[in-house]
Structures are given as structure tokens and as C-alpha cells.
């Protein structure tokens, strides 16, 4: 009887110890640490997990599993992790713990690559004082309520590559699979190999990561899990899981402090051994533990310090409009560089200032973005000795000028419209900064009215333009203004705005010291 009993617990504790490092769809998106220990202090936070799951509800004896387990960060590139795994059914239960020692290798800003070596302990038991049999009175071993229980050191290893949001890992929890020497015979374990792969895709708010899991065991075969989870601001989510052994699981979670996260999950089985049963259920709360830390994926988590995306609170919004106007900006310098430099390269020097294209009627100067938005009042005449014109610029050997595309004034006068600002400041500043210094700039405006009014106010909007670049540093000395008209009108509106342009020109040569 002894010896039958004996061979009957071989099985199921065979069976029960791969359930062992079994990775449950609640605990596989919320602790990274359980589908791999080489995630261990990978996020840079300490963290704990408690799981509780009951498989089959409904049966008697069915399977449960209590699990808790700790990881951190050690001096940034390194990591630890102790996790602890009950498991029971009717009379039979594994008890699993395991220390882990993790490292992590940065290959570059993007990717990384982590390892981690678990020392094992596993005990299993088998408890008769439960058991019934009607040879009770005869067995010594039932009469004296003896328990089996066998206790071996095992090993695992696993391996964790990461890129952007991509997670790849592969984790061999038994590599040594000591057989359990029981009282009165020998347990064999399994040995097995997981793999888990997710990604995760932000959008705004919401973050989708979809996910699989392969496990393959020498003696149980292959099986499978897919899940995807959809979060919305990183405090809640909702998740669906399907498993090869057609199990069908939804959940929900959400983060109750930015220190605590729970999450329950239930699946139902579609098989016809499962629907005689009350589904399975799962429960994971999840708690930073010590002083929170900058967030950093894959975390369940945000420190007090940081909103929902990782932002410093309050600065998120304004960050993001600082380094959009930062960029503006470069890209109007690195243009206006360009600009310039094409000058200087150019190897067609003239001296005729009315190269430019003709330009329109002063009064159809429209700017449909800014119409209303204006640097200055400049509509009186600029006289021409408010600034000392320093050379004739008929007399200077000029390259052929550029246009400065944005530059644009107030319909009929000389006032520059706000949206000139920008490239007029990453103008000075590139003059000030240039290697030509010892050769004059020349600015030239252009309006195609004929009149004596006409002349006037391009000589006024040159002159503005020359104030303009005195006030933010340019030399007065290196800067030379002019007015131009043209003897031709351009008969579409749109062409009239475009031929209304404001362009500059560099010196051919050095100047006469």
C-alpha cells in the first residue's frame, strides 16, 4: 500500500513541481522578475510582489499557489532577487525558493542585455494524515500519520535582451533537476525552458503591449500563452490572455498609489474536463519598497516625482514646448548658415544690387499666419543719418544675395511682422559668430511701386532691417542698407506676396583695411 502510494505521489508531485514556475498572466505583465529573474533591479527600483492564484475552483483539492518574491538594484548594474513559491493540490504541495543574482551589459542608449544565475531549494511533500484508506489499521504508516517529503538543490539561468520597448527573454529554471529521494522511493523532476517576448507601444496616454510565452518541458511537452494588455495613463489597465491549454483569462489593474498596484485575473477553460469547474482566479499586488527612484521601464510603477508618462509633475507640457521651439530654432540656424555659407562659396561676384527678383506692390503685402502681429512702428521715413551708411554700396563688389524667405512687413509700411523675428535673431547671431568679419553685409528691400513713395519705403524697411540687427549685435560698420524698385507688377496675389522679399549679400572680398 505504502509503496503504491508512494508511486502515485511520484506522478502528481512530478506534475505539480513543473507547475512550479508557472507564469500566470497577472504576474507576467505586472513583475517582469517572475517571467525572467535576469529583469532583477533592471528598472532601477527595489519591488515586491504577492500573488495568490487557485486553479479549477470548484474541485475539491484543486491547485493553489501562493508566491512572493523581492527584487532590486545593486550599484546600478547589478541585481537580487529572493522569490518563494507554495504550491499545494489535495494532499500533495511544493514549496520552491530561490535567491537570484542578476548583471546588466548597456550596448548602447537603445539596447541592453542582462543575466542572472537562482540557486534553488525544492521540497515537496505529501501529508497522509488526510488520506483515507481501508487498510488504515494494518499500514504502519498510515497509523502512525507519517508524512513523505524529499528536499534537492537545484539552479536556473536566464537571459533578458532588451531594445526600445521590445523584451526578449529566456529563462531554464531547472538545469540540475536532482530527483527527490523519498522515504521509500525517487521523485524525478522536469526539466524545462520559458520564453517570453513583449512590446510595448505608447500612444499619447495609452500604452498597448502585446505578449507570448513558450514553454517546452522534457516530459510534458510544449505550451503556450498569448496576452495583450491595454493601459491607459499607466494607473489602469485591462488584459486578455489565451492559453494552448484553452484557457481564456481577462483582468484588470490599476495603480491604487504610485507606491501600489493590484491586479485580478480570471480564466475560464473551453475544454470539457474544464467546464466542470468554476474557472480559475488571481490575485497580485505589487509595492515599491524603499525611497522611489526615477521611473524607468519596465516598471509597474511611478515614483512620486514623475507624472504618468515619467514627466517631472507640471513640467511635462512645458518641456515638450521648450524642445519643439529648441528645434525650430536649430533648423532656422542650420538654413540661415546654409544660406550664408552659399554666399560665401558662390563664385559669380557682382555689383549690380537689382539682381533679386521683382517684387510686388507694397500696398497687396499681406501675411495670412500673423496679420495682426508687428515688432515696431517704423512707418515714417528712416533718416539716413540716424545710422552713418558707412560705403556707397554701388561702390563694394557684392556676391549674388540670398533670400531671407521669412521676412515679411505690415501691408504699406516699413513695421516687420513678429514672424520675422526668428530669422533675423539667427542671423545676428550667425554674423556674429562667422569668420568673415572683414567683409560688409549688404541688405536690400524691394518694392516694384515706381513712385518716389515707393523708393522711400524700401529705403525705410532696409533701414529697419539694419536697426533691427544693431540691436541684437551686429557691427553698424559691416552693414550696408539700400531700397530698390522694380518697373514690373506682378498680376497674381500670390506671386506679388512672393516677390516681396527682403535679401542679403555678402562681400566678394575682404575689405580695404
Not at 183 to 212: C, F, H, L, M
Not at 459 to 482: D, H
Request: with cysteine.
Amino acid at each position: 500500500m505504502t509503496r503504491k502510494l508512494i508511486t502515485a505521489a511520484a506522478l502528481l508531485l512530478t506534475v505539480h513541481t513543473a507547475m512550479a514556475q508557472e507564469l500566470t498572466p497577472g504576474q507576467n505583465y505586472m513583475n517582469k522578475f517572475a517571467t525572467a529573474p535576469a529583469f532583477a533591479g533592471f528598472n532601477g527600483n527595489d519591488e515586491g510582489f504577492l500573488g495568490y492564484r487557485a486553479s479549477m475552483t470548484g474541485i475539491e483539492g484543486a491547485p493553489t499557489m501562493l508566491r512572493a518574491n523581492v527584487n532590486g538594484n545593486i550599484k546600478g548594474n547589478m541585481g537580487y532577487g529572493v522569490d518563494i513559491i507554495n504550491e499545494k493540490s489535495g494532499n500533495f504541495s511544493n514549496t520552491i525558493a530561490a535567491l537570484t543574482y542578476a548583471y546588466h551589459v548597456r550596448l548602447n542608449s537603445d539596447a541592453n542585455l542582462s543575466f542572472a544565475l537562482s540557486p534553488t531549494i525544492v521540497r515537496s511533500a505529501f501529508d497522509l494524515s488526510n488520506a483515507k484508506t481501508y487498510s488504515a489499521a494494518v499500514d504502519p504508516v498510515f497509523q502512525n500519520e507519517a508524512g513523505l517529503a524529499g528536499t534537492g538543490f537545484d539552479a536556473g539561468f536566464s537571459i533578458m535582451f532588451n531594445i526600445k520597448g521590445l523584451y526578449f527573454s529566456v529563462n531554464a529554471p531547472r538545469l540540475i533537476c536532482q530527483d527527490l529521494k523519498f522515504q521509500n522511493g525517487i521523485v524525478n523532476t522536469d526539466r524545462e525552458i520559458n520564453t517570453n517576448i513583449s512590446y510595448a507601444i505608447e500612444a499619447d496616454k495609452w500604452e498597448i503591449e502585446p505578449g507570448a510565452m513558450v514553454s517546452y518541458g522534457l516530459k510534458n511537452g510544449l505550451d503556450w500563452q498569448a496576452s495583450l494588455v491595454a493601459k491607459y495613463d499607466r494607473r489602469a489597465w485591462l488584459q486578455a490572455s489565451y492559453s494552448s491549454q484553452q484557457w481564456v483569462g481577462v483582468g484588470v489593474g490599476f495603480a491604487a498609489t504610485n507606491r501600489i498596484v493590484m491586479c485580478y485575473q480570471y480564466e475560464i477553460g473551453m475544454s470539457d474536463i474544464a467546464k466542470t469547474c468554476n474557472g480559475n482566479h488571481e490575485v497580485t499586488v505589487g509595492f515599491l519598497i524603499g525611497k522611489a527612484k526615477k521611473y524607468q521601464k519596465p516598471t509597474i510603477f511611478i515614483d512620486d516625482k514623475t507624472d504618468a508618462r515619467g514627466n517631472g509633475k507640471g513640467d511635462g507640457d512645458l518641456a515638450k514646448k521648450l524642445q519643439e521651439e529648441i528645434k525650430t530654432r536649430d533648423e532656422e540656424i542650420k538654413r540661415l548658415e546654409g544660406l550664408i555659407d552659399d554666399c560665401c562659396t558662390n563664385n559669380n561676384p557682382t555689383s549690380d544690387v537689382n539682381t533679386p527678383k521683382p517684387s510686388e506692390d507694397p500696398e497687396q503685402i499681406t501675411d495670412p499666419s500673423e496679420p495682426n502681429q508687428q515688432v515696431a512702428d517704423n512707418n515714417q521715413p528712416v533718416e539716413e543719418n540716424e545710422i552713418a551708411q558707412p560705403r556707397d554700396p554701388h561702390s563694394v563688389e557684392w556676391l549674388t544675395p540670398s533670400e531671407l524667405i521669412n521676412v515679411r512687413f505690415a501691408t504699406g509700411t516699413a513695421t516687420l511682422l513678429q514672424s520675422s523675428k526668428s530669422d533675423l535673431d539667427a542671423l545676428a547671431l550667425k554674423v556674429r559668430h562667422d569668420k568673415n568679419k572683414d567683409r560688409d553685409i549688404l541688405i536690400i528691400a524691394y518694392t516694384n511701386d515706381p513712385t518716389a513713395y515707393g523708393k522711400q519705403m524700401s529705403e525705410n524697411r532696409a533701414m529697419t532691417i539694419k536697426k533691427y540687427l544693431i540691436s541684437k549685435g551686429v557691427p553698424a560698420q559691416r552693414l550696408i542698407a539700400t531700397g530698390a524698385r522694380l518697373r514690373t507688377v506682378s498680376d497674381d496675389p500670390d506671386g506679388r506676396y512672393e516677390d516681396n522679399r527682403v535679401m542679403i549679400g555678402l562681400e566678394a572680398k575682404p575689405r580695404d583695411k
